[in-house]
């Protein structure tokens, strides 16, 4: 008999689901008595603070802030575990990032999970375990969750919501539209780990590459950039499409050309042999705890040092500046001495990456 489906007692289906301990079932998204016993021994074990342990309709919060940061991000990373994270911390540090990247500080996570009937709790257990520590290590309180469950082969294990609440405490104008002609542009670290680590994971590559996904929260770093100079214009993190993507998102909002010396673009050696064996170029490839900082010329040296000095951004350097022309565009000086234009990604490098 398959544990997973209603059991069949004298011809007639019960139709209350019996409680399974070990995976999910169609009856922990019921909203009912299942649900409730998946919520209060399952997730609280691993997500709990007074806000969510009142399991009231909606989180209540208190914020003192003039302005507030908003974001959401669904995850459906594949595979779930990759080297170095797993969809978890992922799916705490994408949106972390996000609001950081406006320059807030993220303080409430909302989450929301797709479960598969037939996964193991035990796996669920782990996956919320890394949920928490990211949430630990990133100083954000998980204050709302909801959980549903669809049929075997409808998802792929799980699938993870999450949106953040910021609050902004500083009167600067952080956005992509914020980049002016000398201002300097500073990469974080190197660049494609997250790519090439979940690529890795699938298994299809047939050859095994020892790199790791960058996965990081890094408000904390954000937060020491913020205390340096009031001179930082634009933050992002070059996820889905890559360094170029993002790049070129800023030239366009900033009406600037960014101009980068390919050269300075850092990449571990091992990213860059799996990049030309695959035919890739990392100027593409995900990030998932990188940022760009675009900064007056002014305080530029002085925010290398102070990222250098941060564990996220201790492989930080300078990559390029912006000028006037051409406007809207990314040229990179090559290593060879010749300039080209860095489009933005056209169609999917990499799909479910993130
Ligand atoms: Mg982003």
């Given at each position: 008999?398959?544990?997973?489906?209603?059991?069949?007692?004298?011809?007639?289906?019960?139709?209350?689901?019996?409680?399974?301990?070990?995976?999910?079932?169609?009856?922990?998204?019921?909203?009912?008595?299942?649900?409730?016993?998946?919520?209060?021994?399952?997730?609280?074990?691993?997500?709990?603070?007074?806000?969510?342990?009142?399991?009231?309709?909606?989180?209540?919060?208190?914020?003192?802030?003039?302005r507030?940061a908003i974001s959401t991000d669904?995850?459906?990373?594949?595979?779930?575990?990759?080297?170095?994270?797993?969809?978890?911390?992922?799916?705490?540090?994408g949106?972390?990032n996000d609001i950081a990247m406006m320059g807030a500080?993220?303080?409430?996570?909302?989450?929301?999970?797709?479960?598969?009937?037939?996964?193991?709790?035990?796996?669920?257990?782990?996956?919320?375990?890394?949920?928490?520590?990211?949430?630990?290590?990133?100083?954000?309180?998980?204050?709302?969750?909801?959980?549903?469950?669809?049929?075997?082969?409808?998802?792929?294990?799980?699938?993870?919501?999450?949106?953040?609440?910021g609050?902004i405490?500083h009167?600067l104008s952080i956005g992509g539209a914020f980049a002016k002609p000398g201002d300097v542009v500073i990469l974080s670290?190197?660049?494609?780990?997250?790519?090439?680590?979940?690529?890795?994971?699938?298994?299809?590559?047939?050859?095994?590459?020892?790199?790791?996904?960058?996965?990081?929260?890094l408000?904390?770093?954000v937060?020491?950039m913020l205390?340096?100079?009031?001179e930082i214009h634009v933050l992002r993190d070059p996820t889905r499409g890559g360094l170029a993507t993002s790049l070129n998102e800023i030239a366009q909002q900033s009406n600037v050309c960014v101009y980068l010396?390919?050269?300075?673009?850092?990449?571990?050696?091992?990213?860059?042999?799996?990049?030309?064996?695959?035919?890739?170029?990392?100027l593409?490839?995900?990030n998932?705890?990188k940022l760009i900082a675009i900064v007056g010329?002014?305080?530029?040296?002085?925010?290398?040092?102070?990222?250098?000095?941060?564990?996220?951004?201790?492989?930080?350097?300078?990559i390029g500046e912006i000028r006037d022309?051409p406007q809207g565009r990314v040229v990179?000086?090559?290593?060879?001495?010749?300039?080209?234009?860095v489009e933005m990604l056209?169609?999917?490098?990499?799909?479910?990456?993130?």
């Amino acid at each position: 008999m398959n544990e997973n489906k209603s059991p069949i007692i004298n011809g007639l289906v019960c139709p209350i689901p019996l409680p399974h301990k070990d995976q999910i079932i169609l009856g922990h998204g019921s909203g009912g008595r299942l649900s409730h016993e998946l919520i209060t021994r399952t997730f609280f074990s691993y997500f709990n603070n007074p806000i969510l342990s009142r399991c009231d309709d909606a989180g209540v919060v208190s914020i003192d802030a003039p302005r507030l940061a908003i974001s959401t991000d669904s995850h459906v990373v594949y595979p779930l575990v990759f080297p170095g994270g797993d969809i978890g911390r992922l799916a705490i540090c994408g949106t972390v990032n996000d609001i950081a990247m406006m320059g807030a500080k993220p303080m409430f996570i909302t989450t929301g999970f797709i479960l598969e009937e037939g996964l193991n709790v035990s796996f669920l257990e782990r996956i919320l375990d890394s949920m928490k520590k990211a949430a630990e290590e990133a100083g954000v309180d998980i204050i709302a969750g909801d959980t549903k469950v669809v049929q075997k082969g409808k998802a792929d294990g799980l699938y993870i919501n999450t949106t953040g609440v910021g609050v902004i405490n500083h009167n600067l104008s952080i956005g992509g539209a914020f980049a002016k002609p000398g201002d300097v542009v500073i990469l974080s670290g190197p660049i494609g780990n997250h790519g090439i680590a979940v690529l890795s994971a699938r298994g299809e590559l047939g050859l095994e590459i020892a790199v790791e996904s960058d996965v990081a929260p890094l408000n904390g770093l954000v937060e020491k950039m913020l205390e340096t100079t009031d001179e930082i214009h634009v933050l992002r993190d070059p996820t889905r499409g890559g360094l170029a993507t993002s790049l070129n998102e800023i030239a366009q909002q900033s009406n600037v050309c960014v101009y980068l010396h390919e050269n300075l673009i850092p990449i571990h050696p091992s990213v860059a042999a799996a990049c030309e064996l695959l035919g890739f170029d990392p100027l593409y490839v995900a990030n998932e705890g990188k940022l760009i900082a675009i900064v007056g010329n002014k305080d530029a040296e002085k925010m290398l040092s102070t990222m250098q000095s941060h564990y996220y951004g201790r492989e930080a350097t300078i990559i390029g500046e912006i000028r006037d022309q051409p406007q809207g565009r990314v040229v990179m000086k090559t290593t060879i001495g010749s300039t080209r234009i860095v489009e933005m990604l056209s169609g999917e490098l990499l799909p479910r990456i993130c």
